[in-house]
C-alpha cells in the first residue's frame, strides 16, 4: 500500500534502508524491496537500474541532506564552536530518528564498488569541506588551535563522531543507557573544546618542559 504523501520512488528507497540494515546488502533481493514496499517488482525497475543504483541513491539523497545542513548551520550560526555543536547534533538526532539508515550509511554503502566513482567521491568530500571551513573560521577567530591543519582537525572532528556512532550501530556490549545519544554529542564537544589533557596536566607537562631547559 501507498503511504500517503509520499512517492513511489521515496516508499521504495524507505523500504530499501529497512530491508538492507536487516539483511544486509549483498544477501538481500531487489525482490525484497519491492516486497516490503508493496509495489511491483517489475515497477521497481521504472526508477532504478539495479541494486547498486539503489543503494547509491540512498547515499546521494541523504548525505546531500547532510551537506545541505552543513551549508544552513555556515549561514545562521554565528560562531564555530556553535556550528559545530549544530552538526553534530543533526548527526546523532538523525541517528536516533533512523538508526536503519545510519547502519546502511556506514556499513553496507562503503563495500560497494561502485561508490568509488569520482562524482560519488566528490559529494563524500564536500561535507568534509564544508567542516574544513568552520575550522579555518574558527583559527581566524583565535579560538581553534592554528599549529593543527585544518585537514587532519577535521579528519579528527568527523572520526570522534563516526566512531561513536558506529558503537551505537553494531556494538552488542556498548552501554547506550549509560551513553544516551545527546550525552555522546555532548561528551564529543567536551572533548573537542578542552582537549584529551585536563589543564593541570599541561601546566604540568609545560613546567617539566621548561625546568629541563632551563
Known amino acids: 500500500m501507498i503511504k500517503e504523501g509520499l512517492s513511489k520512488r521515496d516508499i521504495i528507497l524507505n523500504s530499501a534502508i529497512k530491508v538492507i540494515a536487516d539483511k544486509g546488502f549483498f544477501s538481500c533481493r531487489t525482490l525484497?524491496?519491492?516486497?516490503?514496499?508493496?509495489?511491483?517488482?517489475?515497477?521497481?525497475?521504472?526508477?532504478?537500474?539495479?541494486?547498486e543504483d539503489i543503494l547509491l541513491s540512498i547515499f546521494r539523497e541523504r548525505w546531500g541532506f547532510l551537506i545541505k545542513k552543513v551549508e544552513k548551520v555556515n549561514k545562521t550560526i554565528p560562531g564555530?564552536?556553535?556550528k559545530l555543536k549544530a552538526i553534530f547534533d543533526y548527526i546523532f538526532v538523525s541517528y536516533e530518528l533512523n538508526p536503519e539508515l545510519m547502519k546502511v550509511m556506514i556499513i553496507d554503502i562503503p563495500r560497494v564498488r561502485q561508490f568509488y566513482t569520482k562524482e560519488d567521491r566528490k559529494?563524500?568530500?564536500?561535507f568534509f569541506m564544508g567542516i574544513e571551513d568552520i575550522y579555518k573560521e574558527g583559527q581566524d577567530?583565535?579560538?581553534?588551535?592554528?599549529?593543527?591543519?585544518?585537514?587532519?582537525?577535521?579528519?579528527?572532528?568527523?572520526?570522534a563522531v563516526d566512531a561513536?556512532?558506529?558503537?551505537?550501530?553494531?556494538n552488542p556490549d556498548f552501554d547506550n543507557k549509560k551513553f544516551p545519544v545527546a550525552e555522546a554529542?555532548?561528551?564529543?564537544?567536551?572533548?573537542l573544546n578542552n582537549g584529551i589533557l585536563a589543564q593541570k596536566d599541561i601546566n604540568q607537562k609545560e613546567l617539566k618542559s621548561t625546568e629541563a631547559g632551563g
Open 32 to 51: 525484497d524491496i519491492s516486497g516490503d514496499a508493496g509495489v511491483a517488482y517489475g515497477s521497481l525497475y521504472q526508477y532504478f537500474k539495479s541494486k
Open 80 to 82: 564555530p564552536v556553535d
Open 123 to 126: 559529494l563524500y568530500k564536500s
Open 141 to 159: 577567530k583565535g579560538v581553534f588551535r592554528t599549529d593543527v591543519s585544518p585537514t587532519i582537525a577535521t579528519f579528527v572532528i568527523y572520526g
Open 164 to 170: 561513536t556512532i558506529r558503537q551505537y550501530v553494531y
Open 185 to 191: 554529542s555532548k561528551q564529543i564537544m567536551i572533548y
